[in-house]
């Protein structure tokens, strides 16, 4: 379970921090002799080590075999020897041939090795293998300043690990009630998972000898040669011309089909981790993080990071901080219902609905609803208060500052994983422009004032113009939902008819609810369709915009997205929260939609009970169909492939594939990379915390969604996709920023749920003012006595217009037909000097709602702000090391420094005396 991050990390590479103007002379002066750090394999089992190849020079010299295994397991070339970094896949068939030639022609000129396979499924499919040697990786691990370790350092346990071993203390005197080994790692299966610490630094061939090397081939593992190999490939040329460079290029005019790094082997063994140790990084991660057995111990990041790349390993970092985070809120949510079931037998305006049997209510709708007794709504009155009860704007504050405090931890998390996984001085390489950017605005160049280069520019004129068509889109497709939200209340106030006359006296006697359920039902299914519509609109309006770099569409693409996405799934719960029932007028005088239809009410119960199902539905709905797409898809994709393979070969026939055969065979990784991981969480923290005042259960929900989504995450990763390559990010990018602007929205949201949406402030008013405590200050149950006649007006039912008129003329409650009819509002009575103003009352209420409106999101702004303000970005601990590791340095280079000094002044006196001897 990822309850908390703390813990999780143990024991990585640390970041050097340069304190000097010219580091050379640390560098130049360091001793060669240092403690030696674990390479990644040493989590592996002796002999089973097919994360590695042999040193091939040490083969040749020795004349030693390569072993078998090295050449049947399909992760090095045929000699068995070199490993291979990266797989390129295209079919003879394809026409582009001329391109592939030269491009494979310059990949050996920058030194790479390339073998090439035919497929054993389809002769048609050509696999390029690619190998880099060490000289290329040394070449280019230098213009990547990818950093390495150089130096052993030690230094004093920090804080926090402390604080989680007393944790671990006193989580272990509970462990028979616990699982075993409750959320933390199994050290028996990972019995090496710490790593000694290192200083890293920028990799140097001319200082190749202050680096810890004990196997050229181990040195770089294999994440960083398929990034270093990738970086190559998006660099070389395919024909002659400016533009004409790069991998990417060749696979979006359909050159090559795939471009990938493999796995390192099967993710099973016939044999225990626990006996027989793991057979490569993939079977370790799928025993110790994928499998379902471990749902809850907290996931290895370090292992995650080291397979698929800090960008990867950040992502499942912050989706277990951030599920850890819900366990108090889930607990809180589930307090406020418990509170709610144990308090509804002593709710008294519950109890008064259920015993108002001679209160008959007017007909929700025209001609076909009949009349009803008030206490007929006596479940959904009780279910209300379920969720509307005294708690609820305690927790409505307590979530908001729970996002603050989210936000503000993960920062802090984060920092430390940004030191851990030395990132911290790590700088995102100056990007280069976009191909397209590149070709559209090619005739157009100006210095890049960075580089000194002349560059392609984008006229500020055009950039203005293309913004603006980029706005009337996005502007366009939001009237887009905003036209199937009307489309939805119209079928809602035309269905209600349809349900209120129906035969079955089952939907006839709770038209309402059924019209709820329906098109809540409908709305899902126009989101889901909606969402493959904004995709493509997403994707024209980024390309139309003309972005610079990558990380600039990315951006653009991903906010316009989120803004699609978060409009289309809260639009409906916007107007049921907020619209339903506001504007429907009264009986005789109701509002209608083209003066026709009229405008939907509220249930007798109130509006909430529509909210809550709204929520309910959607977030169940959702976040099913998404783990089904996630994992279920892809699932279903591989037996089908897997099933046509066995129909070619024959079922008798048992075909051992190579690793990259295997490989072809997944899935690949979404084509926006993490987007849709992020986009599906962040809009479920929308869901937690926008109208969690109407839905104390939301956070539970999430919670038991995410528990189950980190592992079906983590099986597909390793199981049903293509290897991603292993990317470096310091941090979540604009999706930070995405979730400030939904806890903003939250508080905003949550006032005016309670102030407008529950019937808190009502019942507030009526206690205080018009209740039997009224001047008294006392607010308690036996304050709400007759708070439910209260709110209810009179109608006479001779004024009802003509097609809102009922069929029935309610004789059924008396005998004798109705002549008054009673509706939630607070108006005059029609015998009244103004019939059907509204009271006294109504202005009362009307003024505390908006004065709790602001009241609240003063009072939670100022303590969000508070809590920002008090809580710093970087902990104290690691702000400490940081400094320590600074000191540290300093005297390194101190003691180095004098050294060189001892040694120049010695060789001066030698030289000294020996000119004193040669003297005649």
Known sequence: MEASSSGITNGKTKVFHPV??????????????????KDDDSLLHPGNLTSTSDDASRLEAGGETVPEKNKSNGLYFRDGRCRIDYILVYRKSNPQTEKREVFERNIRAEGLHMEKESSLINSDIIFVKLHAPWEVLGRYAEQMNVRMPFRRKIYYLPRRYKFMSRIDKQI?????????????LDKETLPDLEENDCYTAPFSQQRIHHFIIH??????????????????????????????????RLLTNGSYEAAFPLHEGSYRSKNSIRTHGAVNHRHLLYECWASWGVWYKYQPLDLVRRYFGEKIGLYFAWLGWYTGMLFPAAFIGLFVFLYGVITLDHCQVSKEVCQATDIIMCPVCDKYCPF????????????????????????AVFMAVWATVFLEFWKRRRAVIAYDWDLIDWEEEEEEIRPQFEAKYSKKERMNPISGKPEPYQAFADKCSRLIVSASGIFFMICVVIAAVFGIVIYR??????????????IRNNSQ????????????????????????????LTNLEQPRTESEWENSFTLKMFLFQFVNLNSSTFYIAFFLGRFTGHPGAYLRLINRWRLEECHPSGCLIDLCMQMGIIMVLKQTWNNFMELGYPLIQNWWTRRKVRQEHGPERKVSFPQWEKDYNLQPMNAYGLFDEYLEMILQFGFTTIFVAAFPLAPLLALLNNIIEIRLDAYKFVTQWRRPLASRAKDIGIWYGILEGIGILSVITNAFVIAITSDFIPRLVYAYKYGPCAGQGEAGQKCMVGYVNASLSVFRISDFENRSEPESDGSEFSGTPLKYCRYRDYRDPPHSLVPYGYTLQFWHVLAARLAFIIVFEHLVFCIKHLISYLIPDLPKDLRDRMRREKYLIQEMMYEA????????????????????????
């Open 172 to 184: 272990s005197r509970f462990r028979r009630w616990l699982p075993k080994k409750p959320m933390r």
């Open 372 to 395: 009803m007794r008030l206490s007929d709504s006596c479940v959904y009155a009780k279910v209300t208060h379920l969720f509307d009860n005294g708690a609820t704007v305690f927790f």
């Open 513 to 540: 609810v059924a019209t709820t359920g329906t098109a809540v039902c409908i709305n899902f299914c126009i989101i889901m369709l909606l969402n493959v519509l904004y995709e493509k609109v997403a994707l024209l």
């Open 493 to 506: 106030v035309v269905t209600v008819s349809t349900f209120a006359a129906f035969k079955w006296a089952l």
């Open 215 to 248: 196997n050229k081939d181990t040195f770089f593992n294999n994440a960083t040669r398929s990034r270093i190999v990738h970086h190559i490939l998006q660099r070389i040329k395919y024909e002659e011309g400016k533009n004409k460079i790069g991998l990417n």
């Open 20 to 37: 000097a103007k010219d580091v050379n002379i640390l560098f130049d002066e360091l001793e060669a002799v240092n403690s030696p750090c």
């Open 897 to 920: 420094e004098l050294e060189r000094l001892q040694k120049e002044r010695k060789e001066r006196k030698k030289n000294g005396k020996a000119h004193h001897n040669e003297w005649p």
